[in-house]
């Protein structure tokens, strides 16, 4: 039994070593000369026979397959960069899945707005009060790890004047991985570990004004901000399928003229992405009776979330009458063929169909299929 064992474990390193040399061989067989690539060729026979050998006793196998090991040293001397080639390729094939995970089959998303509330939750900053010291540090951890939630806490050091408030920048351009705000208070310079906008909010009834003049000691912001919902597109649904009316969907802006438009304003250039739900497919004719949304004359009804948008409580307001489409009781809107009408369950506070229309099919992206972070009641499927 001992004996078997060894053999086995001998040809399973012959194995490895085949393995090895084939590996190799691809890889240099154009750097190699005549003789070299003979030699390869001639082990890799050598310990394929090696491998299929019933005859020979472990001791002798074992003999040969190190003869055949130093033989390749020979051929294929130490490099010290070969180490570094292995994790390099083992990046680029990580890479290359990730890539492909994302553009075929699932791709991360978050929320950056409330549009969707409470269905969904985009950030959400919220004031504190100026003699609200933060949580112990354990318990600030874990409210960025599991719950999502940044703390900021901003108190001046020295005296001096609050010169200025401005989003974090690198050569005149935004920060392109995350977002900073930076506060200017005498020679001294504060950063907050997020976007101007959300700075703002978080601190609308405590940040110092401009040209104000603080006191060391003074706090200057106080607020916690609670991250946008983190979810998975599923992308390969719409390849089978078309939308259904309930469902949550994501799309581009691309040539949605009533968005581009608005963003250009905002002087935002290029397309985003949108996260609502689908509320009306081609052939249905949409009316709304606050809060109600209808379907070809029908309550839509078809998923239970609904039930919760028409009721108005938990944080759902109903759908609300629109400023350019559906804008009154008794308004039809036809959805043409190709085209689908989004909306948010926050009605009353989403730009949405309502403003600039229908979506084309071709600006589908996929289904909102799973929020993944932070882990709250909303972790999980979206209905």
Not at 161 to 169: A, D, I, P
Not at 183 to 202: M, P
Not at 308 to 323: L, P, T, V
Request: with cysteine; aromatic share 12%; proline share 5%.
């Amino acid at each position: 039994m001992i004996l078997f064992n060894k053999t086995r474990k001998t040809k399973k390193s012959a194995s490895n070593f085949l393995h090895f040399l084939s590996k190799k061989l691809a890889y240099s067989k154009d750097l190699l000369s005549d003789r070299d690539l003979t030699a390869v060729e001639d082990m890799i026979q050598s310990a394929t026979d090696l491998i299929k050998d019933r005859q020979k006793s472990a001791d002798m196998l074992q003999k040969e397959l190190s003869e055949l090991e130093l033989a390749a040293l020979k051929v294929f001397r130490p490099d010290p960069r070969d180490s570094m080639r292995e994790w390099v390729e083992v990046f680029l094939v990580a890479a290359v899945i990730a890539i492909s995970f994302k553009t075929f089959f699932f791709q991360p998303f978050k929320i950056p707005t409330n549009s969707m509330f409470p269905t969904l939750y985009g950030v959400v900053p919220t004031s504190l009060p100026e003699d609200q010291l933060p949580k112990v540090l354990p318990l600030r951890i874990w409210d960025t790890v599991v719950l999502g939630k940044s703390h900021h806490r901003v108190v001046a050091k020295e005296d001096g004047l609050v010169r200025s408030v401005e989003q974090g920048k690198w050569l005149g351009l935004p920060l392109p991985f995350f977002d900073v705000t930076r506060i200017r208070v005498g020679d001294r310079t504060y950063t907050v570990h997020t976007a101007k906008g959300h700075f703002d909010t978080g601190t609308s009834h405590s940040v110092v004004p401009l040209k104000t003049h603080v006191k060391a000691g003074q706090v200057i912001a106080n607020f916690v901000t609670e991250t946008g919902d983190n979810l998975f597109v599923n992308k390969m649904t719409y390849h089978f399928r078309k939308p259904s009316q309930g469902e949550v969907f994501v799309f581009t802006t691309n040539c949605i003229w009533g968005i581009e438009s608005n963003n250009r304003r905002k002087g935002i250039r290029g397309g985003q992405f949108y996260i609502k739900r689908c509320t009306g497919v081609p052939g249905v004719e949409l009316s709304l009776e606050e809060p109600y949304l209808f379907s070809n004359g029908d309550l839509l009804d078809n998923r239970p979330v609904f039930e919760k948008i028409y009721s108005r409580q938990n944080g759902y307001s109903g759908y609300a009458y629109g400023q350019t489409f559906l804008t009154e009781p008794g308004a039809i809107l036809p959805v043409r063929a190709d085209q689908y009408w989004a909306m948010g369950d926050n009605s009353a506070h989403s730009l949405d169909s309502r403003a600039w229309g229908t979506v084309p099919r071709k600006n589908l992206v996929g289904t909102g299929f799973f929020v993944y972070w932070p882990f709250t009641k909303r972790w999980g499927f979206i209905q």
